[in-house]
């Protein structure tokens, strides 16, 4: 299973794009990038998805690499709402049907 | 657009009792995933199934066993409860297996209280 490593903080003002950056070096070739947000006490909302180059919807942009071996999160104009926990987490292809959370990035948007 | 439903949303139980909770996956779904997600930790894989056979297995506590029926919804059933067992629990549902981009889809999970 693809690890994933992503920053445990950060920190951003309302109206700024926040960028966050997730890295998963063993990743295999079938496998898909997928983020999720949560906030306390309710369950994870996927934001977006994405395999290889670039993948936006009305949220969020999605940019991978051609290696693969990381990923970027960007939220354009972030709000207050945004503060929250963002998952970065590999889809694993290998025949297994679960997502493995590791720890998530603690968003904090400030006034 | 339809939502994956868990029930009941509030349990509180004594400890040693048993306790069962309630999945109601996206229509049309196949897939259906349980985690656990304890105060101020990230969520645990628990166990998945895929029509209706068990799929795959994560963390899952012997005392705990799960079933998916005909009708795709899904139920974790866990006995002997412990005080450790206090708890978010996540329904999660996917269509097919969860490769090749499908997205799997998250309740709002089920707060579980052990006293």
């Known amino acids: 299973l693809a690890k994933t490593t992503q920053p445990i903080s950060m920190d951003s003002y309302e109206g700024q ?4 950056t997730c890295s998963h070096n063993n990743i295999a070739t079938n496998d898909y990038i997928t983020w999720y947000q949560q906030f306390p006490s309710q369950g994870p909302r996927f934001i977006i998805q994405g395999y290889k ?3 936006t919807n009305e949220v969020a942009s999605l940019f991978i ?4 071996k990381s990923s970027t999160l960007s939220l354009p104009r972030v709000s207050l709402s945004d503060t929250a926990v963002y998952y970065c987490l590999v889809l ?6 679960k997502l493995i959370f590791g720890a998530g990035t603690r968003l904090a948007v400030h006034p | 657009a339809a939502g994956v439903i868990q029930s009941p949303r509030h349990l509180i139980k004594e400890k040693r009792e048993t306790a069962t909770l309630k999945c109601y996956p996206i229509p049309r779904h196949d897939t259906v995933y349980w985690y656990q997600q ?4 990230d969520p645990q894989f628990l166990i998945s199934f895929y029509e209706k056979m068990q799929s795959d297995k994560g ?4 005392r705990f066993s799960a079933q998916q029926f005909s009708d795709y919804h899904s139920e974790l059933n866990m006995s002997s409860l412990e005080l450790g067992d206090s708890a978010l629990y996540f329904c999660a549902s996917s269509f097919r297996e969860a490769f090749s981009g499908n997205t799997i889809y998250f309740g709002e999970g089920s707060w579980l209280t052990v006293v």
């Open chain 1, 17 to 20: 794009e926040v960028n966050i």
């Open chain 1, 53 to 55: 180059t670039k993948v």
């Open chain 1, 65 to 68: 690499p051609a290696d693969r």
């Open chain 1, 92 to 97: 694993d292809s290998g025949g297994y049907n």
């Open chain 2, 38 to 41: 304890g105060p101020g930790q």
């Open chain 2, 59 to 62: 963390s899952i506590p012997d």
